[in-house]
């Protein structure tokens, strides 16, 4: 049994780490009231906007739009949204996790070619593909110390005027999809061309009949690249709510393990420290006994 100076020394530590790990979720629990109530905000537009392309593009060509064209996916650009910081559970390693499943089963080929480039949204991913010698384009660490529309923007520039100038055939997005603070899944969708959800026949016979000004061509035009652009705003935005209520999770269970560990270590002590004082009185009794005797 490990002496007292030495339990002492570890309830002591492990009374620290259980104050941090609880100043941390705190911490978390007011950042995630906020990013929960960006994204909240912001679902129901991207939804509506999405819905409303979708009917505007039903009668449209797939070439009324460059972001529209099929092309062979010879060259692939993955966008992974992960964190700027650890702490968070499994949720950086998930992420990266899936990101490489569907470079594995999709393009292998490009892969194995290099031909397969990462834009990494947050430093874990970056430091991860980085290291693994993957072409890592670009450095978006900071975006999430000023998160809002126009910095997320820049990014998605950069990706649509890559896909137009055939740097990229095709572009897949990976980001931790927020649900609930406990309640967080992974999504991996295709951002550029832009997927058709549905069939041309199901949009007609659900299209609105919309007033356009000046054409439907132009409008549509206008609408596809700001679409873009709020999906990946969307997807920054569940990624960073989920990183809050990942890691507030995760503090609370860390919390909660120290305060198990804490018991047992103040139960540890409190024997050794009886065995002590058993030993003492021992040898106490023993002293007077051979006292007496003599």
Request: charged residues 20%.
């Given at each position: 049994?490990?002496?007292l100076k030495?339990?002492r020394n570890r309830?002591a530590s492990v009374?620290?780490?259980q104050?941090?790990?609880?100043a941390?979720?705190?911490v978390s ?8 109530n960006?994204i909240?905000?912001?679902r ?5 906007l999405?819905?409303?392309?979708s ?6 060509e ?11 996916p010879?060259?692939v650009?993955v966008?992974v949204?992960?964190?700027?910081r ?5 949720f950086n390693a ?7 499943n ?9 892969l194995?070619?290099?031909k397969?480039?990462i834009?990494?949204?947050?430093k874990?991913g970056?430091e991860?593909y980085?290291?693994?010698?993957y ?11 000023n998160?809002?529309?126009v910095e997320?923007?820049?990014?998605t520039?950069s990706?649509?005027?890559?896909f137009?100038?055939?740097?990229y055939d095709?572009v ?6 927020f649900k609930n603070?406990a309640l967080?899944f992974?999504?991996a969708?295709?951002?550029?061309p832009?997927p058709?959800?549905?069939?041309k ?7 609105v009949?919309?007033i356009?000004?000046p ?6 035009a206008?609408?596809?690249?700001k679409?873009?652009?709020i ?5 920054v935005?569940d990624?960073?709510?989920s990183?809050?209520?990942a890691?507030?999770?995760a503090?609370d269970?860390?919390t909660d393990?120290?305060g198990?560990?804490?018991?047992s270590?103040?139960l540890s ?9 058993t030993?003492?009185?021992t040898?106490?009794?023993?002293g007077?006994?051979?006292?007496s005797n003599?």
């Amino acid at each position: 049994m490990a002496n007292l100076k030495e339990v002492r020394n570890r309830i002591a530590s492990v009374n620290s780490t259980q104050q941090i790990t609880k100043a941390m979720k705190m911490v978390s629990a007011a950042k995630l009231k906020r990013a929960t109530n960006a994204i909240l905000q912001l679902r129901p537009y991207a939804t509506e906007l999405q819905e409303m392309l979708s009917n505007l593009s039903a009668s449209l060509e797939d070439g009324s739009s460059p972001f529209l064209q099929e092309r062979e996916p010879v060259r692939v650009l993955v966008v992974v949204v992960t964190s700027n910081r650890g702490l968070a559970g499994a949720f950086n390693a998930n992420a990266i996790k899936t990101a490489n499943n569907l470079i594995a089963e999709k393009y292998p080929e490009q892969l194995k070619a290099g031909k397969v480039s990462i834009v990494a949204i947050g430093k874990k991913g970056q430091e991860f593909y980085q290291r693994r010698g993957y072409n890592v384009i670009g450095n978006n660490n900071e975006i999430f110390s000023n998160l809002n529309f126009v910095e997320v923007s820049k990014i998605t520039d950069s990706i649509m005027q890559g896909f137009l100038d055939g740097k990229y055939d095709r572009v897949e997005l990976v980001y931790n999809h927020f649900k609930n603070a406990a309640l967080q899944f992974l999504v991996a969708e295709q951002l550029l061309p832009v997927p058709k959800t549905e069939t041309k026949a199901e949009v007609k016979a659900a299209q609105v009949d919309y007033i356009l000004e000046p054409s439907q061509e132009e409008i549509v035009a206008q609408l596809i690249p700001k679409n873009i652009k709020i999906q990946l705003y969307r997807a920054v935005l569940d990624s960073n709510a989920s990183e809050h209520g990942a890691r507030m999770t995760a503090m609370d269970k860390a919390t909660d393990n120290a305060g198990e560990l804490l018991r047992s270590l103040k139960l540890s002590y409190n024997q050794a420290r009886q065995a002590a004082i058993t030993t003492e009185l021992t040898e106490i009794v023993s002293g007077a006994a051979a006292l007496s005797n003599g």
